[in-house]
C-alpha cells in the first residue's frame, strides 16, 4: 500500500451517489442509490464500500471532494429559507418582470415559472446610485433599521440585499448588512456586491437570491456531512467543486452555495480536461450522455471554456428563457433534452421529434419490459444492433426487443409507413442531429471549427452515439476512457483549487487609466488568491487575467486574455490589439473608427493543475480477439452490416479493431462505426479514429 | 425511406442554420434594439425566393415581410446580375419590413460556384435620419434616408458610395455601418453552413429539400384549418390613433383549406407616422392566426400561404406611399386583437382578452440644458427603451404581467440603458390594480418614472395607445386600466409625439394592463386571495370586485405582512 495519502471524490447526482477513491495508481469506484432526506447517508454507505474495497482506512484519506446537484434541486423544486430581498424602491418587481418576453411566441397558454420569491417577500429602501457610482439619493440609516425591524418581526431566515448599480457602488448595501448584523444577528446576509458584482440587474438580484435561498439549507447540511465524516474517523479537510472547475473550502462553500449549482457536470468537463492534458490534445469537445440529457463542452489547451451566466431550472422544454439566470463564473456547458431515455413521437408535419420528454428509469424505455410504451432512443438503439438483449448493464437488465419494435411501429412506423428497423434510424439520425447541432452552434458561437477538435465521450449512452456524432460534425479522433461512469467524481480530484473574482467597471480604450486598470487586477487577485490560499497554504497561485471587450454601443462582450505582464503592464494599444485579435477570430472582421470598451474584469486565481502522466502512443499489436460477432445497422451507409464483438476488459494496450465493430464493457458499449478504427491506448482509453 | 429521413435530418439543419444566423446578428450589432431586445430576423430561401425557414425571433413583424422580401430582391437586381459574394440591401417600407429604420439585407448562396439559394436577415437601427424614430412625420420622406433595392457589395466589394451617403445622412453613422457589417456577416455564417450541409449530403441543389419541406408544412397546415368547422365572423377595435380615434375592423372567413382575413371597413390615413404597409399588416394577423390554429409549424412560404390576408389600399392597414410609416407598430401591434375579436366567435375558448397590445416604447433625446449654464459632462443622446403592459386574460390562466403580446421583444436592463446615455429610469415595477378583473385576471401593465442625468434636458417621443381605449374584457372580464402619462410638476402629456421635458423634471408613466376573462365572480377564493397577498390587487378591489370578506381581506394581509403567500 502506498504511503501516499489516499483521495476520495463524490458526486450527488439525480439518481446515483458516485464514489472514487484513488490511492497511488490505484482507482476504486462505487455507485450508490442517492438518498434524497439525507444526501450525507449514501455518501457515508459508498465511502464505506470503497474503503472496504481498497483497505484504505479513514486516517489514510488526506481529502475529500465533494460536488452534487443538492443546490440545483433546491432552486428546481423551489425548497429553500424563509428569504427576503432588500431592494432600491421602484424597483421591486425585477425578478418577476425577467425580460417581460415570452420564451415561446406561439403558445398562447404560456405561463412564466414562478420567482424565487413572491412579492410580499420583497422590501425597498429609499435609497439610489446612480450609473458611475455617484450617489444620487443617499440611503438613511434609519430607513434600514425600520426595515429591519420589520423583518425581524416576519421572522426571515436569510435576506439577500440587491441594490441598483451597487456593482459600481457597493456602500448601500455595506450598510444593509451592517446594520441587519447588528438587529438580527442569527439572519444570513447576501449581499448582490459580493455574490455576483455584475452590471444587468435581473441576473445579478436573481443569482443573490438564489444564494440566500439555498444558504441556510446547504450550510446545515455541509455541517452534518463533516459532523458524520468526523464520527467515523475521517479528520482530513472536505472541499467542493464549484461550477467554474475548481474546488473551495466548505467555508465558502458555506457562503456562497450558489456557487455549488451545476458542480457535478462541472467535474466532468475537469475530467475530460485531464485525459486532453494526458494525450496532449489541445481542442477537445467533450460529449456526456446520460438518460434525460447530453451535455457537450469545448476544451481548449486543457481547459474548458468558462461563461459569466447560465440558466438553470429551465421549465419548458429546455426552451432558452425558461429557467433563470445566474450569473457566477461556470464551465459553459450547452445541455440538451437527449439521452437513452428521451421519447420519440411523430409530429403534425410528419416529423420525428426525439425528447425532451424523458421515460426516465421508471417505466423506462419500452425494452426495460417495465410497461413503459413508447418508444425512446434505448428502443432505437437495441433496434439497430447498437445493444445486446441478453447482456445489458453487465447482464442485470434484459432487454425485450420485441417491444421496442412494437413500440416503434405503433407510435411512428404506422404513420410514416416505416418498418421498426427505419423508423430506428430514423429515431438515432434524429437524436444525432440535434446533439450535433448544439454542437455546431455552440462552436461558431466561439469562433471554433470542430474538424479541428478530438472528442472525448462518456457516461452511459455516449459511446452509443459518439462514432456517428463524429461522422456528422466532421471529426476525425476521439477517445473513450476508461471510468467513463463515475467521470465527473474522478474530475473532482483532477481540479485545482480556484476562486474566479468580477467586477463590473466601464473603461474606454480612449479613456484609458493604467493606474485604475492595474488596480483593480490587484484588488481583484488578492481577492481571488484569499479564496485559494484558505484551501492550500503552501502551494503556487498562479493568476489569470481577463477582461470583457466590445464596440463601445454593442451588447455583446466577448472575453479577452491577457498574461500576468500585459495585466500589470497595461496599456490602452495591447487592449485594442488583443481585443482586435480576438474579435477577428470570433466574427470574421474588425469594425473601423470605433471606439472599444471594457466593461468586466476578472482574476481567476488557481493551484497549478493536476501533474499529467503523458500517454504515450501505443505500438499497434495485432487486432484484437474477438467475441463473437454482431449485425448491427450503419447510418452513414445507411444499412446494415456485421462486426466483431470485443470485450473491454480483454482489449489490450495497441490491439486494433477495425470498423464496423462494438466494443462491450459492464457500464456501456462503444459502437465503432464502419468509417473508424480503435486502438487501445496504454491508460485504457479507446482511441478511435477515421480509417 | 432513408432519403426521407435525410430530408427530415436537413429540415433539422435549416431551422439550425437560420437560427445561427440570427444569433450571429445579435452578438455584433450595435443596435441596442437588436442586441438587447432581439428585433430582428433571418431566414433561408430556395431560388425563386420561397423562404424555407426562419428563426424564430422577438418580432412577428418581419414574419411575412421577410417571406415576401427576396422575390423583390430578385425581380428588382436581375437574376443575371446575382454574383458570388454580392450582398443586397433595402430599407423600403413596403418592400422590407414596413418602416425605414429596419435594413433588410440579402445574400445570394453559392455552391461549387453555382448560385443555389439566397439568405435574408432584417434588424431594426436606432437612427436613419430624417426627424428622428417617432411619429411627428407627415409622409415617408421626412423618416429619413431612402435605400432602394441595390447591392451593398458586388462580388465582395462594398460600393464605398453608398457608405459615404449613409454615413452623411443619419445621427450615429459608425453604429449604423457596423450593423449593416453585422447583417452582411450573419448571412456568411448561414452560407458557411448551407455549404457544409449540401457537402454533407452530396447535393447540388436545394430542390429536393426544398419541396419536402414545403409541401410537408402545407400539409400539416391545412389538416388544421380543414379540422375547424367553416364559417365567418368580424371583429372591431377602436384605439387612440394620433389626434382622433382610430377603428380597425375585419372579416375572417374559414373555408374548406385556407382562412381569409380582410380589414375592409378600416379607418383611413393618418396623418402621422402610424400609417401601416400591408406587409406588416399580414404579418401580425396571420401571427395571430398561427398562434391559435397551427402553432407548431414552423414559418415558411407553404405554412403562411393558406392565411390570406387583405385590406383595401389607402385604409390605414395598408398605406400606399408615400404615407408616413415610422411607428406601423403601434398600429401593427393592435391587429391580433383585432383578429381574436373574429376568431372568438368562431373558435370559442382560445384565445385571450385584449391586452395592451403595442409594445410601451419610447425614445429619449437627451441633451445639455439649455435654460441654465449646462455643466461641462452634459452630452447629447438618444436613448431608445422598449417596454411592455400586461397581456389579455386567457380562457384557462391570468395575464401575463408586464410581457409584451404580440411583440415578441424583450426589454433592457435599466442598469444597461442608463450606461447608454445620460437618462434616470427611477422607477419601473409592476402596477396593482392594472390588471382586468374577471374570473381570470387581466396582466399588470407597470410604472415607469424618466428623468435626466443633473445638467441635462430632453424631448420626450412617446409611441402609447390605450390612454383613451383600454383592453376589453372577454365573457364578462372586465377592462384593464389605461395608460397615463404626465410630467412631474402635474403638465399634462400626450400619449403619442415629441415633447419637451425641463431639467429637473420626470415622465410619470402608468402603462395599461391587460383585460380580464369571464365574470369576476367566478373566479376563485384562493386566486383573489393570492393577488391581495401579493399586491396584484388592492384592499377595495378583492372586496368590490370580487366581494372578498372583510375578515379574509383581514386575514390575508396580516399573513402578507410576515411574508407569506398563497399557493
Known sequence: MSDQPARIGVDIGGTFTDVVLEIGEKRFSTKVLTTYSAPEDAILDGIEQVCGKSGVTPAQVGRIVHGTTLATNALIERRGAKTALITTQGFRDVIEMRTESRFEQYDLNLVMPEPLLPRQRRYTLNERVGASGDVLIPLERSDVEALADTLKAAGYESIAVGLLHSYANPDHEQMVRDVLAAKMPDALVSLSSEVSPQMREYERFNTTIANAFIQPLMKTYLDRLLGRLQTVGFDCPVFLMHSGGGVISITDAAAFPVRLVESGPAGGAVFAANIAAQHGLDKVLSFDMGGTTAKICLIKNYTPKTARVFEVARSYRFKKGSGMPISIPVIDMVEIGAGGGSIAHVDSMRQIRVGPESAGSEPGPACYGRSGERPAVTDADLILGKLDANNFAGGSITLYPEASEKALTTHLGATLDMDAETTAFGVAEVVDENMANAARVHAVENGEDLSEYTMIAFGGAAPLHAGRLCEKLGIDRMLVPPGAGVGSAIGFLRAPFSFEATRSIYMRLSEFNAETAGGLFRDLENEASSFVRSCDADSDILAEHKVYMRYTGQGWEIPVTLTAAQAKESNAETYARLFEENYIALFGRAVEGLDVEITVWAVNATTPPAPVNPVAQADTKGAATADGKRSLFDPALGKRVEGPIIQRDTYETGQTVNGPAVIVEEETTIILPTSRTAIRAADGCIDIRKA | ??????????????????????????????????????????????????????????????????????????????????????????????????????????????????????????????????????????????????????????????????????????????????????????????????????????????????????????????????????????????????????????????????????????????????????????????????????????????????????????????????APVALRHVIGHMLPDTVYDALDKLLPETVPAEGAGSLCNFQVSLRPRMDAPAPPHARRSEVLTFNSGGAGARPAYDGLNATAFPSGVMTMPVEATEH?????????????????????????????????????????????????????????????????????????????????????????????????????????????????????????????????SESDIESVLAGAKNGEDIK
Not at chain 2, 171 to 196: F, I, K, S, W
Not at chain 2, 285 to 293: E, S
Not at chain 2, 301 to 317: C, D, N, Q, W
Open chain 2, 420 to 548: 447608454a446615455g445620460p437618462v434616470i429610469i427611477w422607477r419601473k415595477e409592476l402596477r396593482p390594480d392594472s390588471g382586468g378583473a374577471g374570473a381570470h385576471r387581466g396582466g399588470l401593465g407597470q410604472f415607469m418614472e424618466v428623468g435626466a442625468v443633473e445638467g441635462h434636458e430632453f424631448d420626450f417621443s412617446a409611441m402609447f395607445d390605450r390612454v383613451n381605449h383600454p383592453a376589453r374584457g372577454r365573457r364578462g372580464g372586465l377592462s384593464g386600466a389605461p395608460t397615463t402619462i404626465a410630467r412631474s410638476d402635474g403638465e399634462p402629456m400626450r400619449g403619442k409625439g415629441k415633447q419637451f421635458v425641463p431639467h429637473g423634471e420626470k415622465v410619470m408613466l402608468a402603462f395599461p394592463g391587460g383585460a380580464g376573462y369571464g365574470e369576476p365572480k367566478n373566479r376563485d377564493t384562493a386566486s383573489v386571495k393570492r393577488d391581495l397577498a401579493r399586491g396584484y390587487i388592492s384592499a377595495e378591489t378583492a372586496r368590490n370586485e370580487y366581494a372578498l
Open chain 2, 1 to 322: 425511406m432513408t432519403s426521407t429521413i435525410s430530408n427530415q435530418v436537413m429540415w433539422n439543419r435549416l431551422i439550425s442554420v437560420v437560427e445561427e444566423q440570427a444569433q450571429a446578428l445579435v452578438r455584433t450589432a450595435f443596435s441596442t434594439s437588436v442586441r438587447e431586445a432581439g428585433d430582428l430576423s433571418a431566414g433561408v430561401y430556395d431560388m425563386k425566393g420561397n423562404m424555407l425557414a426562419q428563426a424564430v425571433t422577438g418580432t412577428p413583424g418581419h414574419v411575412n415581410a421577410m417571406a415576401d422580401a427576396v422575390a423583390h430582391f430578385i425581380r428588382e437586381i436581375g437574376e443575371e446580375n446575382i454574383f458570388e459574394q454580392d450582398v443586397y440591401i433595402t430599407n423600403d417600407p413596403w418592400k422590407g419590413t414596413g418602416h425605414r429604420h429596419d435594413i433588410t439585407v440579402v445574400s445570394p448562396a453559392f455552391h461549387h460556384g453555382k448560385h443555389v439559394g439566397f439568405f435574408g436577415c432584417t434588424a431594426h437601427i436606432t437612427d436613419i435620419g430624417g426627424r428622428g424614430f417617432g411619429a411627428d412625420a407627415n409622409d415617408v420622406f421626412e423618416e429619413g434616408l431612402a435605400i432602394p433595392i441595390m447591392k451593398f457589395a458586388e462580388r465582395g466589394d462594398v460600393d464605398k458610395t453608398l457608405v459615404k451617403i449613409i454615413r452623411e445622412n443619419v445621427r450615429e453613422p459608425d453604429q449604423l455601418v457596423g450593423d449593416v457589417y453585422a447583417l452582411a456577416t450573419c448571412n456568411e455564417v448561414g452560407q458557411r453552413r448551407l455549404v457544409e450541409m449540401m457537402t454533407e449530403f452530396n447535393l447540388s441543389a436545394l430542390d429536393d429539400v426544398a419541396t419536402f419541406i414545403l409541401e410537408n408544412s402545407r400539409r400539416a397546415t391545412i389538416e388544421r384549418i380543414a379540422a375547424l368547422t367553416n364559417g365567418t365572423a368580424t371583429g372591431e377595435m377602436t384605439i387612440d390613433g394620433f389626434d382622433k380615434p382610430i377603428t380597425l375592423k375585419v372579416r375572417l372567413d374559414i373555408e374548406n383549406e385556407r382562412i381569409v382575413c380582410d380589414f375592409d371597413g378600416s379607418s383611413g390615413l393618418d396623418k402621422k407616422g402610424i400609417n401601416v404597409p400591408l406587409v406588416y399588416t399580414k404579418a401580425y394577423a396571420c401571427y395571430a392566426l398561427k398562434c391559435a390554429i397551427a402553432p407548431e409549424i414552423p414559418n415558411n412560404a407553404a405554412s403562411l400561404a393558406p392565411f390570406e390576408i387583405s385590406a383595401p389600399e389607402g385604409s390605414i392597414v395598408n398605406a400606399p406611399p408615400p
